[in-house]
Structures are given as C-alpha cells and as structure tokens.
C-alpha cells in the first residue's frame, strides 16, 4: 500500500531545533518531489507549504515565512525526505505533513499548490512553546 508516514514532531523552546523526518512505503520517491505543508491551530483548513525538493536536480524552495531557518533534504537510498527545523517560533507550531508530486509542482511559486500532490502522509505535531 502506497504510505507516507512523517516522525520527529514535539515540543521545543523558541529558537530551538526539530529534524522531521518522511518515510515512504509502497513506492519510491527518488523520481518526485518532496514537499512540507504544515496547519496552524486555528486555520485546520488551510495547509501553508513550507518547502520542497526537486528530484530531478534536488533544488529546494522555501517561502519567506521559514527561509534561512528551514532546510529540507532527502536521502532516496533510504527513500525518505527530512525537514530540518531550526530557530523555531511559536508561529511555526501545527501539524507538519509531507507530500509528493511531480517536479512540476515544486518551485519558488509559493503557496505550493495541494492539488498538486500525489500522496499525503497523515501528520506529525510540532509545538514551539516556552
């Protein structure tokens, strides 16, 4: 069955660090691009694309929100995409979700476009809060 399952979501202190972490199964990612969308409390209707990577010459992409603080990566041996989080704000808590889509979909034309993706994993939270 064609699965993404996201991890490493928790709470920190402001200015501190997560690496989130998205395993796929069922298929293989090292042809599509990997994006992060995150939902904020209070705006569960909306899911704010954070970053994504190509496959096809790994450029990434970042909104200005979370650029210079963000970087995401991916390891296709593994066939897993990470989000590493750092200097977080209290405006970065929701529930992070990775997806996957075509190169197509990924590009500085933010917002991302959920429509777009493929395959959604089902979240994981992350809480930044003294």
């Known amino acids: 069955q064609v699965q993404l399952v996201e991890s490493g979501g928790g709470l920190v202190q402001p200015g501190g660090s997560l690496r989130l972490s998205c395993a796929a199964s069922g298929f293989t990612l090292d042809t599509l691009a990997i994006a992060w969308f995150r939902q904020a409390p209070g705006k569960e209707r909306e899911r704010e694309g954070v970053?994504?990577?190509?496959?096809?010459?790994?450029?990434?992409y970042y909104p200005d929100s979370v650029k210079g603080r963000f970087i995401i990566s991916r390891d296709n041996a593994k066939n897993t995409g990470y989000l590493q989080m750092n200097s977080l704000k209290p405006e970065d808590t929701g529930v992070y979700y990775c997806a996957a889509s075509t190169d197509y979909y990924c590009s500085d034309k933010f917002p991302l476009l959920v429509y777009g993706m493929h395959s959604w994993g089902k979240g994981t939270l992350v809480t930044v809060s003294s």
């Open positions: 970053s994504c990577i190509r496959s096809s010459n790994e450029s990434t």
